[in-house]
Structures are given as C-alpha cells and as structure tokens.
C-alpha cells in the first residue's frame, strides 16, 4: 500500500508518486507494523568527473530490525572487519572486499525499500525551471548561509526523504532520519537547519500525524558502527550507480525505460557485484531506482530504471 500524494501542487514529484503508486511494495506490511520507521540516506556524484548526482535512501522498520542487527554483528566478527566502516570508496582492502557479498545478503532480511534518484548535474535545480534556487525568497531567509548549490541538495534530500515517509509511513509512527556527514550535515547548525527544513517539507507531504520525527547523521553512532553500518547500504547503492552512469555517458549510450544497456566492460568488480544486488527481485527489500531527466517539451520527467543481474 502506498499513500498517493494530495492532488496538486507537487511538480515534478507528483510523476514520481504516480510511478511508484504502481509498483508491488512487498515490504509496506512489515513497514506499517513497525512502530518506528528508520531512514538512512547517503549521495554520490558530486565529485568531478561524474556525470549524476546520486541520492539514495533506505526505509526500513523496526519489525524487521533484530534479524539484521544479528547478521551484520556475525559478519563483522566472522570477516574481522573490527571498527572498519564499509562504503563504496572505501572497498579498498581484503577485510572489506570479503564482508561485501555478506552484507549485501544482510540487507536482503530488512523489510523495507532501497530507493535512488538519479540527477544530471547539468539539471542545476529541481525546483526551478531556470538557474540556481532563488535564495532572496523570504521563505529562504532562515537558511542564508548556505551556498545555493548546497541549499538545493539540501531541498532535494530533505523533498525525497518526505516524499518516500510520507507514502510508506502511518498514522502514529515514529520516524528516525540518519543522514550521511556531508556538507548538507556538517556540523551541529547545519543539522539544526536540516531538521527545520525537513519538519517544513515534511508537513506539506503528510496527510496523517507522525509522533516523534528525529533528524542525525551517522555521527550518532553508538560506537558499535550500528548506524554506520546500517548507511552503508544507501552508501554502496549510490556509488555503485554513480559509477554505471558515468562509464554509460562516456560510452555514449545511457540507461532509459524500455531500452537494455549493457554495462561497460571497465566497471568495477564491487560496482558489477552490488548493481546485481540491486537487480535482485527475491528479497523483502524492494529496490527502486529513477531518473530524472529533462523532457523534450520542456520540464522535468521521471523514468523508472529497470536494472538487471550481470
């Protein structure tokens, strides 16, 4: 079951709702008997040479919660990764490489949705059809320290993270939100900031009350690497993606609905091994991947990416 969004008023996020209306949730049961719901969100692409902004989420519940957190202590303790902090960039020693494939299984028992938007970088703002986000508009005013360019990722995390809550959550949950460290949650006040942007966005897309909605990043981690490891999973998803549409756009031929597109030949082994994982269809974890993309007639469309196992 998935909420759909009030009839107006939602631009391009109202094509996104009508996609995602129609896909089997398998996971949205176990979501709704869940008392808490946990977001973990973690963004790739911003570096040079990339051709997409990746942003990545990961909504599961509590229901779902001990089975992981079993598996992933075991797998720490089998493949003695010790306090080592697994990421797609950081798959850089043995130890890493080993925990992988086992991790990726982990995340198969959470029930729940993996989902990732992908943005070209030349699509400079999601919310206006020209330029960079205006930040003179009086409604801007409490965010002025933030360079427009950080401000819109900000807009557009804090926009999905509402807009996939809004849909999977009820009426009474409690939601708790652990973003990555980056530059949109670097310190204390932009944290503070973030959790004020969110609470703004979120109220628009709700149409039933939530009880307590907390907002951190893995910062908060209680030294077991729980949180952290638990953001891996939207870690490893986002660079594995941003990796396929890069090497895509430098062969010349680039994902869409309808057309299969084979990999190119120089991709990793870590992005081959995790993009089948995301091509998984057999697990309580959905995996949902989108794009947006300008449309001939102007605009902003989204297409849903069928990935499949290499």
């Given at each position: 079951?998935?909420?759909r969004l009030p009839a107006t008023g939602?631009?391009?996020?109202?094509?996104?709702?009508?996609?995602?209306?129609?896909?089997?949730?398998?996971?949205?049961?176990?979501?709704?008997?869940?008392?808490?719901?946990?977001?973990?969100?973690?963004?790739?692409?911003?570096?040079?040479?990339?051709?997409?902004?990746?942003?990545?989420?990961?909504?599961?519940?509590?229901?779902?919660?001990?089975?992981?957190?079993?598996?992933?202590?075991?797998?720490?303790?089998?493949?003695?990764?010790?306090?080592?902090?697994?990421?797609?960039?950081?798959?850089?020693?043995?130890?890493?490489?080993?925990?992988?494939?086992?991790?990726?299984?982990?995340?198969?028992?959470?029930?729940?949705?993996?989902?990732?938007?992908?943005?070209?970088?030349?699509?400079?703002?999601?919310?206006?059809?020209?330029?960079?986000?205006?930040?003179?508009?009086?409604?801007?005013?409490?965010?002025?320290?933030?360079?427009?360019?950080?401000?819109?990722?900000?807009?557009?995390?804090?926009?999905?993270?509402?807009?996939?809550?809004?849909?999977?959550?009820?009426?009474?949950?409690?939601?708790?939100?652990?973003?990555?460290?980056?530059?949109?949650?670097?310190?204390?006040?932009?944290?503070?900031?973030?959790?004020?942007?969110?609470?703004?966005?979120?109220?628009?897309?709700?149409?039933?009350?939530?009880?307590?909605?907390?907002?951190?990043?893995?910062?908060?981690?209680?030294?077991?690497?729980?949180?952290?490891?638990?953001?891996?999973?939207?870690?490893?998803?986002?660079?594995?993606?941003?990796?396929?549409?890069?090497?895509?756009?430098?062969?010349?031929?680039?994902?869409?609905?309808?057309?299969?597109?084979?990999?190119?030949?120089?991709?990793?082994?870590?992005?081959?091994?995790?993009?089948?994982?995301?091509?998984?269809?057999?697990?309580?974890?959905?995996?949902?991947?989108?794009?947006?993309?300008?449309?001939?007639?102007?605009?902003?469309?989204?297409?849903?990416?069928?990935?499949?196992?290499?």
């Open positions: 079951m998935w909420n939602f631009g391009v996020m109202a094509s996104l709702d009508e996609l995602v209306s129609r896909l089997p949730l398998g996971s949205s049961d176990a979501l709704r008997r869940s008392d808490t719901l946990i977001v973990t969100s973690d963004y790739s692409g911003h570096h040079k040479g990339a051709t997409h902004e990746v942003y990545s989420l990961l909504i599961t519940g509590s229901a779902g919660w001990n089975r992981w957190e079993r598996e992933r202590i075991r797998i720490r303790d089998s493949t003695e990764l010790g306090m080592r902090r697994m990421s797609f960039k950081g798959l850089n020693d043995s130890r890493k490489r080993a925990a992988l494939v086992p991790f990726l299984d982990a995340a198969n028992l959470l029930p729940g949705v993996c989902v990732s938007v992908l943005a070209p970088k030349s699509t400079v703002s999601l919310f206006q059809s020209k330029g960079s986000v205006d930040m003179t508009k009086p409604e801007f005013a409490p965010y002025s320290r933030f360079k427009p360019a950080v401000f819109e990722r900000m807009l557009r995390v804090v926009h999905l993270v509402s807009f996939f809550v809004a849909g999977l959550s009820r009426l009474g949950q409690d939601v708790l939100w652990f973003t990555d460290a980056d530059d949109i949650a670097a310190n204390d006040a932009r944290v503070a900031d973030l959790t004020n942007c969110w609470a703004t966005v979120l109220s628009n897309y709700l149409q039933h009350n939530l009880r307590h909605v907390r907002c951190g990043t893995t910062r908060c981690d209680n030294g077991t690497l729980q949180v952290e490891d638990l953001a891996s999973i939207p870690d490893l998803a986002a660079g594995s993606l941003g990796e396929m549409l890069t090497l895509c756009k430098h062969e010349g031929v680039l994902p869409t609905e309808g057309l299969l597109v084979p990999l190119p030949g120089t991709a990793s082994r870590k992005c081959r091994l995790i993009g089948s994982w995301l091509a998984d269809r057999c697990s309580q974890l959905d995996r949902m991947v989108f794009l947006f993309d300008e449309a001939p007639t102007g605009g902003l469309a989204v297409k849903q990416l069928d990935l499949h196992a290499l």
